[in-house]
Structures are given as structure tokens and as C-alpha cells.
């Protein structure tokens, strides 16, 4: 930009800045190239030198954006950090998600947290913000809430007296009703419960695994290794369940029952029981 021109004892504007430089703002001038702002855009100056016919030179200072980085799809506790980011430097990696406790000390970072995405189908993953990224970015969280779960890693015995009896043990699934209302504004659809257990049988007939919401049946699988099989080493089993968070969202707890069934009675065992339970995507 053209320089202007002062008289001594004379007040004068300085020119208004007439440039602009890609994500940045112009703060004023500086008397120095790496100086502080002295003088701001049009102010008005003057003496800035006593000697006459001298020059002044005024270095504009510039001041990177900082956007903002908008965090969605958490739940009360999570927390995220930074807030921002600044243009030339942006993020080299995406932050990670804490979980405060009751106390409000943070724990460790959020389990089974698989990443930041552009929108919430989560088909676009971001890793990083780059330098040259300028405006506010809106990332969503994709994770799987756990919610609790049983380990069992002795021997269970499961027996059928006679004739299909009822089921003789079960686990309780607890899906903690104060989640339901929390996770209201997050993309959170599914409850997922993994199992894992070794199976054997000590006499003919065949196993029933059943998920019951009070009295209602929502699922079973039946394993069956055939009539007059007599195991002596467990076969490895793994299932999965998913339904939909909103057909169970005023349901505190299930049900997982365990049922041993024989024409003239049946007993089995299982060992290393594994259940884990989730909200999830």
C-alpha cells in the first residue's frame, strides 16, 4: 500500500490497511517486524519522528484465526479437549474422550472409542485438522458405552430333571435406566450384549440360551451336539445381540437364562462365561 504523508505538530490518520492475508486477522502496526501492536488501523498520529523529512516504517501484525471444533454425539461426563484450533497449526491427531467420575477426577480414556467422523453415519473419519483448514469444524463421536457385564471363570452346571423342567440358571442384564434419557441427543441405537463360554455335555439332549424382558422371549439359540453325544473336552461358543435401543427404552433390565432339555433329562456344563454389555452406533 502507498505510504502517506505527515507534518510535524499536525495530527493525521494513518492509512487504512488496504491487505489481507489468508487466515489471518490484521491486529495494527508495529514499529518493529517482530514487535507488539503499537498503532491500530486509521488511528490517528503524530510526531511519530522529530526529524524532518524522515521515514517511518510501520509493520503490519497479524494474528492467525482460532476456529472452533464442536464436539457431538457425548454424554454427560465426556469430556473433550481442545476446544479450538488456530490456522497454521491446526491438529496433527484428533483428541481422545475422558470420563469423569462421580468425584469429578477424570479416569482413563473412554473404552472402545473408534474415532471422530464428519457426519453422524460416521462414513467419513477425520484424524487430523490440517494448517491450512479454516472455519469452525463439527466432528462426531463414534463409540460403544459400556454398560457392565459377568465373568464367570469356574464351572456352571445347568440340569434338566426330567422332561423339560424350567431353566435352572440365569444372569441378570442390567441396562441401568438412567442411560436411556442421557443418550437421547447422541446417534447411540443399539444394545449389543457378547457372550463367550465353553460348552460340554454330560448326558443326551441339547442347551437353550434365552434373553427374556420380564416374561417375554426376545431371543434364543438352541445347541445341539446330537442324541447320545457325551462330551468330554468344551467346544468354544460366541453369540451376538442387537436390538434396537428404542423398542426397550423404558426396560431397567433383561434376562439371560440358561436351559438344559432331554427325553429323559439332560445336564451340561459351561465354563469361562463372558457377557458384555453395550449402547451402541
Known amino acids: 500500500m502507498a505510504s502517506s504523508s505527515h507534518t510535524y505538530n499536525e495530527p493525521k490518520n494513518l492509512s487504512w490497511n488496504l491487505y489481507s492475508k489468508t487466515g489471518c486477522d490484521f491486529k495494527g502496526w508495529a514499529t518493529t517486524s517482530t514487535g507488539s501492536v503499537v498503532y491500530s488501523d486509521g488511528q490517528s498520529v503524530e510526531n511519530l519522528t522529530e526529524k524532518n523529512l524522515s521515514a517511518v516504517t510501520l509493520y503490519a501484525v497479524w494474528q492467525p484465526k482460532t476456529y472452533n471444533i464442536i464436539y457431538k454425539n457425548l454424554m454427560s461426563g465426556m469430556e473433550v479437549y481442545p476446544k ?18 462421580g468425584t469429578g477426577q477424570n479416569k482413563t480414556e473412554l473404552e472402545d ?50 422332561l423339560d423342567n424350567q431353566p435352572s440358571f440365569n444372569v441378570p442384564i442390567l441396562l441401568k435406566k438412567n442411560f436411556y ?77 440358561f436351559g438344559a432339555h432331554g427325553a429323559f433329562g439332560d445336564t451340561w456344563k459351561f465354563s469361562d462365561f463372558k457377557m458384555s454389555v453395550y449402547f451402541t452406533n
Do not use: C
Request: a negative charge; proline letters at 1%; charged letters at 20%.
Open 84 to 101: 479450538t484450533y488456530t490456522y497454521g497449526v491446526g491438529l496433527t491427531s484428533m483428541p481422545v474422550i475422558f470420563v469423569k467420575t
Open 181 to 257: 434419557d442421557e443418550i437421547k441427543d447422541t446417534t447411540l441405537k443399539k444394545i449389543k450384549i457378547e457372550l463367550s463360554m465353553n460348552i460340554w455335555e454330560e448326558s443326551d439332549g441339547y442347551q437353550d440360551l434365552y434373553l427374556f424382558n420380564g416374561d417375554t422371549q426376545i431371543w434364543k439359540q438352541t445347541i445341539e451336539h446330537g442324541a447320545g453325544y457325551k462330551e468330554t473336552t468344551p467346544s468354544e461358543y460366541t453369540f451376538v445381540i442387537e436390538l434396537n435401543i428404542a423398542d426397550y427404552r423404558t426396560v431397567d433390565w433383561m434376562q439371560l437364562t
Open 113 to 162: 472409542f473408534y474415532g471422530w467422523y464428519t457426519n453422524s453415519s460416521f462414513t467419513s473419519r477425520v484424524y487430523s485438522i490440517s494448517k491450512t483448514q479454516m472455519g469452525d469444524i463439527t466432528v462426531y463421536a463414534k463409540y460403544d458405552l459400556y454398560l457392565g457385564g459377568e465373568h464367570f471363570s469356574g464351572t456352571q452346571t445347568v440340569t434338566d430333571g426330567f
